[in-house]
């Protein structure tokens, strides 16, 4: 399958207008469009890609019109809710973009962000990697176990059924 990661960082990560901010930890991650700015060009947003994947070799891809296509493709799927599970009735696709965003990337170890690569991806296609991503947050509110298990499967039927590859 298409990597996640892949498919927001291209798609929506590199169209903030608050990259560098965000990026340097000064402003937190917006969730809604307002933030997202259509005038970036296309070299300088592989530029971003770039950027954010400087650690993880397997993540780099030339800047060809594959490139491009994927990022208009990504673009227009996470702008529409009929992609995910449930028509996105119930925020499925919030919750998508959140995990699979910037801070869930940075959220990563670099062990883990080297699992991930554009297609065919080993991490995006492992529950337990969906296990490690969440684990993070886990620590941090620490729910109770349950809760912790429910939020994984949640998040895991989210993402199997974003109907876009
Ligand atoms: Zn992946």
Not at 33 to 46: A, F, K, Q, T, V
Not at 74 to 102: D, H, M, P, W, Y
Request: aromatic share 10%; proline share 4%; net charge positive.
């Amino acid at each position: 399958m298409t990597c996640n990661f892949f498919k927001v960082l291209v798609g929506r990560v590199t169209k903030l207008v608050k990259f560098r901010e965000i990026l340097e930890g000064r402003e937190e991650e917006p969730d809604e469009g307002r933030h997202y700015h259509n005038g970036i060009s296309p070299s300088e947003r592989y530029a971003r890609y770039v950027e954010l994947v400087n650690e993880t070799p397997g993540m780099t891809v030339p800047y060809d019109v594959n490139f491009r296509k994927d990022m208009k493709r990504f673009e227009s799927q996470l702008s529409s809710g009929k992609f995910f599970a449930n028509n996105n009735k119930t925020g499925e696709r919030g919750i998508f973009v959140k995990q699979f965003g910037l801070r869930g990337w940075q959220g990563l170890n670099l062990y883990q962000r080297r699992r991930h690569s554009p297609k065919d991806c080993v991490g995006c296609s492992n529950i337990h990697d969906y296990v490690d991503v969440m684990s993070k947050k886990l620590d941090e509110s620490q729910p109770k176990v349950s809760e912790g298990v429910a939020l994984v499967e949640e998040l895991f039927t989210a993402v199997k059924l974003s109907g876009f590859d």
